[in-house]
Every structure is written in structure tokens, then in C-alpha cells.
């Protein structure tokens, strides 16, 4: 583990994307979140299961990614649960996933959130859609992995 994983906490988890992407390349994001909201991530309130990244006038946004509102913010001071987000990153790093993106079958995936130094960070990768029969072989090489280690578990 080195040093920069060390004070990093994840507080949501998109396991659904790698089943449906083969992930090529990721990149860490800073979040533009309200007070309301990064409470609630702290509480674990969070779900990126179907949310993704878009770039639009040269700037990424997170969309569809949703972050339960905080039950202490009462009905004035709380957000929007699945409001779009915008992305703290680079002008080269936005220019380099929109050019990766207009590549044919590339997605922005967002993988996972989570806390790095008090500050909330999402890390978005490049995808490319994996095709039915992908996602079988996957499932089946799993299978075969946890079998084995079952029988390897066991003459022990």
C-alpha cells in the first residue's frame, strides 16, 4: 500500500461497472459538493450504480449519481439527491477523456468515491463495454478461481 491509498476511505463502491466494462485507464476527480452532501457520503448514503461521467464545454460533470439527503438539514439547507456534479479536473485531463470518449465503444465510468484527506474524490475510469459474451467468460473464470480455492481449502 502506498502512502497516498493510506488515508483514503471509500465511501461508494460502483461494482456493477466492472461486470459491464473493461476498465483501461482511471483518473482521480475532486467533487463540487454542498455541506449537506458530504455528510450524507460520510454516513455512506451513496449509490453510483447508474451514474456517469459526461464532458460538455469543457467541463465533466457527474450525472445521475445518488447522494441521500442528510436527515439533520432539514428541508431548507439539504440538496437534491440525484443533481448533476461537477468535476474538479485539469484542462488537459478534460480535453484528453474527451477526445478518448469520441474514440468509438470508450465510456466515463465512475468507479468509486471516496475521502482522501478530508476531501471527497471520485475516481473515473475509461471504459469499454464488454459484450455478452464477455461477461460469461468472466462469471465462468470466477467460478473456476473459487472452486479451486475451495479444493485447495480443503486438503489443507
Do not use: C
Amino acid at each position: 500500500m502506498n502512502t497516498r491509498e493510506q488515508g483514503r476511505r471509500d465511501l461508494a463502491v460502483n461494482r456493477k461497472a466492472f461486470h459491464d466494462y473493461a476498465i483501461d485507464e482511471t483518473i482521480e476527480a475532486g467533487l463540487v459538493l454542498v455541506g449537506s452532501e458530504i455528510k450524507s457520503l460520510r454516513d455512506g448514503k451513496a449509490n453510483l450504480r447508474e451514474s456517469y461521467v459526461r464532458v460538455e464545454r469543457g467541463e465533466a460533470w457527474l450525472i445521475n449519481a445518488h447522494i441521500g439527503v442528510y436527515p439533520q438539514g432539514g428541508t431548507h439547507f439539504n440538496h437534491e439527491p440525484l443533481r448533476r456534479r461537477k468535476l474538479l479536473l485539469h484542462g488537459n485531463e478534460i480535453i484528453y477523456l474527451r477526445a478518448k470518449v469520441e474514440q468509438k465503444g470508450l465510456a466515463l465510468v465512475p468507479i468509486r468515491i471516496y475521502l482522501l484527506h478530508g476531501k471527497a474524490k471520485l475516481e473515473v475510469a475509461l471504459g469499454r463495454g464488454k459484450k455478452l459474451y464477455d461477461k460469461r467468460d468472466a462469471l465462468a473464470e470466477r467460478d473456476a478461481q473459487r472452486d479451486i480455492a475451495r479444493a485447495v481449502r480443503g486438503k489443507l
